[in-house]
């Protein structure tokens, strides 16, 4: 028992990762980006090009993928996404699939459709192990990493968003950009910078994930529901909701799939279901917006 609730909290703690910038582009910018798992993608195939064009090491490659579609978002925010923050959210969905798809396309035209596979490095392949029978610990050290690596982030980006200069500029332009720009914000830098970590942090979830979650060129269609779902469960005004949302939703899905094979990822939606039908709002919202 003990074994399959840690590996459903490095499950969640690999979807909070994966999800945070489309909760952020969702919730602070009001802008709802479905292309968020083809910066994923984009992040997991950086890692394996560099890794086996380049010979870098995998450690190495992980900030790189950040960085890579991170300046990839900003582009994009720069000169195509920008344009569409005013309209209405179905323009938003309509255009942000479409680059899903010609993503998954380019693609698949460019390295294949094969599943590509991630060679860890030997530290990262043991397992560690405590207790015996029911109650045993069994702890796959990358596993162990990725934990380690989400709860970093997540205290960071709350600390980034609740106590700096930044994250109250980011607020301040997200409930009302017009007062804020007459008061000296750069706004369009503001969602510019917004947009390229959340961009970032897509990219450095698909490189965490390639190995446990597989990578191919459908990856962004196959994982947008879950993006979705932790969103929808946590809401997107805060950190913590899609943190408890993907905890609650990773640890559901190993429990289900192990004890229930037959449903498989089935109980991952009665459990959004539930919770929607108790709290439609999500988890943790707030009144308010841009």
């Known amino acids: 028992m003990p074994t399959l609730i840690f590996d459903g909290v490095a499950y969640g703690m690999l979807l909070f990762v994966l999800a945070l910038g489309l909760a952020v582009t969702m919730g602070l910018m009001n802008f709802i980006n479905l292309a968020h798992g083809a910066f994923a993608m984009v992040g997991g195939y950086a890692v394996i090009l560099l890794m086996q064009k380049q010979g870098w090491p995998f450690l190495l490659c992980l900030p790189a993928a950040f960085v890579i579609t991170a300046l990839l978002g900003a582009v994009l925010e720069r000169l195509l996404y920008r344009r ?110 917004t947009f390229a970590v959340g961009s970032g942090l897509a990219g450095l979830g698909g490189a965490l994930g390639a190995d446990i979650l597989g990578l191919d060129p459908s990856f962004p269609l196959k994982f947008m529901v879950y993006f979705l779902i932790v969103c929808a469960v946590g809401g997107t005004s805060s950190i913590t909701g899609p943190l408890v949302a993907a905890l609650l939703l990773g640890i559901a899905d190993v429990m289900g799939k192990y004890y229930v094979p037959k449903l498989g990822s089935f109980i991952v939606y009665l459990l959004m279901i539930g919770i929607l039908l108790w709290r439609p709002q999500g988890l943790f919202s707030r009144e308010g917006g841009r």
Do not use: K
């Open 84 to 193: 569409l923050y005013g309209r209405s959210h179905l323009d938003q969905v309509l255009f942000s699939i479409g680059l899903t798809f010609m993503a998954v396309a380019t693609v698949d035209y460019l390295v294949g459709s094969q599943q590509q596979n991630v060679q860890l490095p030997e530290i990262f392949r043991q397992r560690f192990e405590f207790g015996s029978g029911f109650w045993m610990l069994g702890m796959g050290a990358y596993r162990l990493f990725i934990v380690v690596v989400c709860v970093v982030l997540a205290l960071v980006l709350q600390q980034l968003l609740a106590r700096t200069r930044f994250g109250s500029r980011l607020r301040a332009a997200v409930d009302d950009p017009r007062v804020a720009a007459g008061l000296g914000i750069p706004v369009d830098r503001v969602f510019l910078v």
